[in-house]
């Protein structure tokens, strides 16, 4: 299917590699070629309420509600509750999460976590599924891809803490309820609008007290980080765990937020699991605990900090600035390219092929190695 999709992208694309502006065939019809190869499977898959991918078979339950804007639909994304419990436990919190949100417009999607351990939403099989999901509403649903918002109770919130961060450049906002972060760090959060709802008795594994720091975690973020952070934290004092629906109000304030495509400045901490992309940086050898933060200005990259990390890959498009002109990025007071940048067909193929993210195709890209010169 792989060899398939890239001969009918490459068709369509043309037979060069690099290219410049007047042939370089704009993203349109790598998407249209795309959508070719993968609407059909799309169709059956979500006909067969199973989503496959990452070695791993994901249950969805979904509903369409209200009436398509001209932009397309939302997708709500809502991970139930449960975890290490009999699957007849967690197929319960699956039914129960079906109807727990009600958003005007969209479709709203209850997957059923593929396993039934503590961390049914933490592994690394769920990002694959997550992704091949999202492609398969926008395909066949017309969802809008700058629309996809990620909820969870419980279980489910322990999930949005884990894919919100990790993927954060997939969602246009993100709400937490009920949940525990486990090692997650809000700092993946800059340029992702992110709720909390806790109630303010639910003190199972400190749940209402961890709620309490990641405001104050998040508060200070936003201040050191002009414009970064955008969060709502919301303490139920009178509930425990279960807010009765109290936290529906999640729903229109998450409704509000697009999604931020190219951001100017990103904080990419990697988790245990991890990615080798996040919006336009990608990491060729992703390692847990590594740090990147990075901006953008006019025709100059920065990166401001790098941890742990020896090389990345600077993706560029017409629309961050402009690739007839020299493009310089910069690290530790060094220069580590200063120049044109082709565009290249290959990595729009790669950048659309990697995840189906037709707002995510990227022109050309740097390569820049961050290790000292010998």
Not at 98 to 106: I, R, T, V
Not at 204 to 221: G, P, Y
Not at 264 to 270: D, E, N, P, T
Request: glycine content about 8%; aromatic content about 8%.
């Amino acid at each position: 299917m792989r060899t398939l999709l890239l001969i009918a992208m490459l068709l369509l694309l043309g037979a060069g590699t690099t290219a410049s502006v007047h042939n370089v065939a704009p993203p349109a019809q790598a998407v249209a070629a795309r959508r070719a190869v993968r609407l059909a499977s799309a169709r059956e898959e979500l006909k067969s309420g199973v989503i496959t991918a990452g070695g791993a078979r994901m249950p969805i339950w979904f509903a369409i509600r209200g009436q398509a804007p001209a932009g397309g639909r939302s997708l709500w994304i809502s991970l139930h509750g449960g975890g290490s419990a009999p699957p007849e436990v967690n197929d319960q919190q699956w039914r129960n999460q079906q109807h727990l949100y009600a958003p005007e417009e969209g479709v709203y999607v209850a997957p059923r976590a593929p396993t039934d351990t503590w961390d049914l939403w933490h592994q690394a099989h769920m990002d694959p599924l997550i992704d091949r999901l999202i492609e398969d509403m926008v395909l066949v649903h017309g969802v809008n891809p700058d629309r996809v918002y990620l909820m969870g109770y419980s279980a489910g919130g322990d999930g949005v803490y884990q894919l919100g961060t990790r993927m954060a450049d997939r969602f246009a906002a993100a709400s937490m309820m009920a949940g525990h972060p486990n090692e997650t760090k809000p700092d993946n959060l800059r340029n992702l609008p992110f709720a909390i709802f806790m109630g303010g008795q639910d003190a199972a594994f400190r749940r209402n007290e961890i709620a309490t720091e990641w405001s104050a975690k998040l508060d200070a973020l936003a201040t050191q980080d002009p414009g970064g952070y955008p969060h709502q934290v919301t303490i139920y004092p009178q509930h425990g765990h279960w807010m009765n629906r109290d936290d529906a109000v999640a729903v229109p304030w998450l409704a509000q937020f697009t999604r931020v495509t190219r951001p100017h400045r990103i904080v990419w901490l990697q988790d245990d699991v991890t990615e080798p992309r996040f919006y336009w940086l990608e990491n060729p050898s992703p390692k847990a605990g590594q740090r990147v933060v990075a901006r953008r200005d006019g025709q100059v990259i920065t990166i401001e900090e790098a941890v742990g990390v020896e090389a990345l890959r600077v993706l560029l498009d017409d629309g961050m600035l402009d690739l007839d002109k020299p493009v310089k990025v910069v690290f530790d007071g060094r220069t580590l390219f200063e120049g044109i940048v082709s565009r290249s067909e290959a990595t729009m193929v790669r950048t659309l092929g990697d995840r189906g993210d037709s707002r995510m195709v990227f022109h050309a890209e740097i390569p820049v190695s961050l290790s000292e010169p010998r």
